[in-house]
């Protein structure tokens, strides 16, 4: 931060150099704005950002933009940086897309003009000599960080960063859409009514909720800004298939992410094969699926 703050008073005694003026002037300005954004209403934060896109699309000295067809107005890597884990080391780069007219997913619920989706890559190894292994994880609060036995996003989870670890090389992509998309309050009702005998797809239903509120389109942005034309999924949603496939990032095979079942996650998983479409790779010669050649 020192080092960047000397470089833009250098900047500011260099007035020959527009660009460098227009980077003293975001860097003052947007600073203080990002760091409402990540501690208040996100609503008032989408407005303020309004802001900050214009000025941070003249400069690409930290934050890269990419204008992608809709529904992003834009999506801007964040940041960049060193990411030592227990699984190896990799890169953690933070990225964000500003969805106009986003689609409601509780018609009963006010929609925002625009909304702000938020999403962290971590990048490990060469991931451009050939397809690099991806996988596209949803926030999940209770199974990432307490270790649920409700789900199995944990064990997926380190399913995937094991993978990429062992074969040197891939990308994880970890969205902030908690409870696929509904937030983690409506989750935790949703749990309630699970509770009381509701599956899954019916207790967001009984909310109000699609069963899945995810699209997967701001992981697809993320994978063409990091120049990946074709992958390895670790899935078995066909849904993210498919997603990225529209978008024409070419997945060169289907990597299993089946994980060892729990009595107190059976129920959850059997729902997301028989209503939510999601393969079966418990028979062990149907892993791993090549899709195309
Ligand atoms: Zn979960």
Redesign the pocket.
């Known amino acids: 931060m020192r080092d960047r703050a000397s470089a833009l008073e250098t900047a500011a005694a260099t007035p020959s150099s527009t660009s460098s003026v227009m980077r003293i002037s975001f860097g003052t300005i947007t600073l203080p704005l990002y760091r409402t954004l990540a501690a208040s209403d996100r609503y008032a934060a989408v407005q303020q950002r309004q802001f900050r896109i214009q000025p941070l699309r003249a400069s690409i000295q930290w934050a890269q933009t990419y204008n992608p067809p809709m529904p992003f107005d834009s999506v801007l890597k964040i940041a960049d940086a060193n990411f030592p884990t227990r699984w190896g080391q990799f890169r953690i780069l933070g990225f964000e897309g500003v969805v106009a007219n986003p689609e409601p997913c509780n018609e009963s619920l006010a929609t925002p003009m625009k909304r702000v989706e938020a999403a962290v890559a971590l990048v490990m190894g060469d991931i451009h000599s050939s397809p690099p292994l991806v996988r596209i994880h ?1 926030q ?5 960080v307490f270790h ?1 036995l ?5 064990q997926q989870l380190e399913l995937a960063m094991g993978m990429i670890a062992e074969a040197g090389a891939g990308i994880l992509l970890y969205e902030q859409q908690e ?1 696929r998309g509904i937030g983690l309050m409506a989750k935790l009702r949703a749990y309630e009514l699970q509770d009381q005998g509701f599956d899954t797809v019916e207790a967001n239903e009984e909310l109000g909720y699609k069963a899945d509120c995810r699209v997967f389109e701001l992981p697809a942005e993320m994978l063409k800004m990091l120049g990946v034309a074709s992958v390895r999924l670790i899935t078995n949603n066909p849904e993210k298939v498919a997603a990225l496939e529209s978008v024409g990032i070419e997945v060169v095979e289907r990597v299993s992410a089946e994980v060892a079942s729990e009595a107190t996650f059976e129920k ?1 998983l059997q729902v997301k094969r028989d209503k939510m479409g999601h393969i079966d790779d418990r028979q062990p010669e149907r892993v791993p699926q090549r899709l195309s050649s």
């Open positions: 949803s999940c609060l209770t199974g990432d649920s409700r789900c199995d996003c944990r409870g959850y």
